[in-house]
């Protein structure tokens, strides 16, 4: 079991993730606990991530993983960055659909900006936190033991979207409503491509940071979080169709500016598998047998 762990990290990771999410996700969509526990299943990445980092190099390996967590010391820059870029393309998202739609955006009911605060913390702690110890802390450094920042990137995308798949059959979830509305496919598909491109922005973070999960949880739930504050659906297709198009957009531009190979001006990547400990790695280094 170790052994294939370390061969395919985001195999397992995919794989362990989507059991325990259909575990946790399942008591809710079938009615026998409350809806609000149906946000336990983000947890499952995470929980897996910990789960294979023991399996793989023991209590040496979950510390390393859960030591980032506390790599906060990352500049001012990161933090504002992380925290309040995700309103931008939200707010364009908005203003885009509006010229689709062929009317004036109406701000009036949006609420004050402080009552965002508690969605802000909420998500970041089990969107962020819940998630990003596995997407970010497990898989990334071990896929860039061989690869690109680039195509670990790609391959966490491809996981992480099919993670989120049984979402799209529970009823009142937007995911379900979305494949209503233009069909379970091209909403999947659609999706697939947010969270693919999300996960270069990530990554990009991720290395530029040394390797902090704290920050990917702040920019993974903040953008949720101001996603929901702006309300770039609106009840139209345009808003998620330009959210989608600007975010591959952004992650476009960043690997032109700073290259596939690290998305970093440095050459380093966002640290080693764990079993070295968290230090920054420089691109092309010490390269493992880990495929994906």
Known sequence: MRAFVKRHPALCLGLLAMALGAALLAPAATGLVPPAMMQLAALSASAAGLILAAIE???????????????????????LFALFFPILPSVATVYLAGAAGRHTVD????????????ALVFLIVFAGLGEEFGWRGFAVPRLQSRHSALTTSLIIGGFHSLWHLPLFFVKGEMYHTLGLQVGYLP??????????????????????????VLLAAV??????????????????????????????????????????????????????DGRDGPAATPAGGSRSRSGW
């Open 57 to 79: 190099g023991g209590r040496s390996a979950v510390r390393v993983l859960l030591g980032r967590a506390l790599i906060w010391r990352v500049g001012l820059q990161w933090w």
């Open 107 to 118: 701000w009036s009911q949006l609420p004050p900006a402080y009552t965002a605060l508690p």
């Open 219 to 272: 920019y993974h739930g903040a953008g949720n979080a101001w996603n929901g504050y702006i309300d770039i659906y609106r009840g139209e297709l345009a808003g998620p169709v330009a959210y989608v198009a600007l975010m591959v957009v952004v992650s476009v531009a960043l690997v032109v500016w700073y290259g596939p190979g690290t998305l970093t001006r440095t050459g380093l990547t966002g640290g080693t």
């Open 187 to 212: 909403a999947f598909l659609g999706y697939g491509l947010l969270v693919t491109a999300l996960a270069v922005q990530l990554t990009w973070i991720f290395n530029n940071t040394g390797g902090s």
